[in-house]
């Protein structure tokens, strides 16, 4: 049994690194099948891993098919910003009022340095990488999530980040290309997460709120303005 949960969770991982890294094409059907055969896994943990990415809303399921990537609708981004300032919103405030005893001041370094590498790929052409800056994102949100430990908070907030990944951003996805809307939404974001750990600092509740829901917001406006182009 043991061995089966690390199947499945290797397919889960594998193919969240793949939708991340842009390995998979939007309004393109997947084989399970195929997918299988390709990470050397039998069918029944990627089809457990499929579900698990459906039920995130990673992916479609088409039955007989295989699987589409999803695009959020708008209700799937008003869905996630309600979730995000609840979630976000709960942990951040906590992590202000603890601070700075230990616990809090290590979450907010966490954020720190999240930030830290985001300015460092932005700087280096070389290092850049569009999917490694998002994973940063993942990783200084979800600091103040980890200082507060529920795990469920957790699993609920990562339901919700496949409507903010990169690929929804700009229309043609390049891991490694500048390109004008990535690069001003990115240079918002540094501006934007210093903002939050300021507040975070500051012991104040109100600060961090709105700290929290202008980052959320200029995100929501990002993708509401790449929607209207694909239109």
């Given at each position: 049994m043991s061995e089966y949960k690390a199947l499945n969770t290797i397919a889960y991982e594998?193919?969240?690194?793949?939708?991340?890294?842009?390995e998979l094409e939007f309004?393109?059907?997947?084989?399970?099948?195929?997918?299988?055969?390709?990470?050397?896994?039998s069918r029944t943990p990627i089809r457990d891993a499929l579900n698990r990415l459906s039920?995130?809303?990673?992916?479609?399921?088409?039955?007989?098919?295989?699987?589409?990537?999803?695009?959020?609708?708008q209700a799937d981004i008003i869905e996630a910003f309600h979730v995000r300032m609840m979630i976000e919103g709960y942990c951040s405030d906590i992590v202000a009022r603890h601070y700075p005893d230990?616990?809090?001041?290590?979450?907010?370094?966490r954020m720190e340095d999240a930030l830290y590498q985001q300015q460092l790929l932005l700087e280096d052409d070389s290092a850049y990488n569009i999917s490694q800056f998002w994973l940063d994102d993942i990783a200084f949100?979800?600091?103040?999530?980890?200082?507060?430990n529920i795990c469920s908070l957790i699993c609920q907030y990562e339901r919700f980040m496949y409507v903010f990944m990169p690929q929804h951003l700009i229309r043609e996805y390049d891991v490694h290309q500048k390109q004008p809307r990535a690069l001003d939404r990115h240079r918002s974001t540094l501006i934007e997460h210093a903002a939050i750990t300021e507040a975070l600092k500051s012991h104040d509740s109100e600060r961090v709120q709105k700290a929290i829901r202008t980052?959320?917001?200029?995100?929501?406006?990002?993708l509401y303005i790449s929607m209207g182009d694909e239109k």
């Open positions: 594998h193919l969240r690194k793949m939708i991340y890294g842009g309004n393109r059907v997947y084989s399970e099948t195929k997918l299988a055969s390709q990470l050397s896994i039920q995130e809303r990673y992916i479609d399921i088409i039955p007989n098919r295989g699987f589409t990537l999803h695009t959020p609708s230990a616990g809090a001041r290590a979450a907010i370094e949100h979800k600091a103040t999530m980890e200082y507060v980052h959320i917001e200029s995100s929501m406006k990002a």
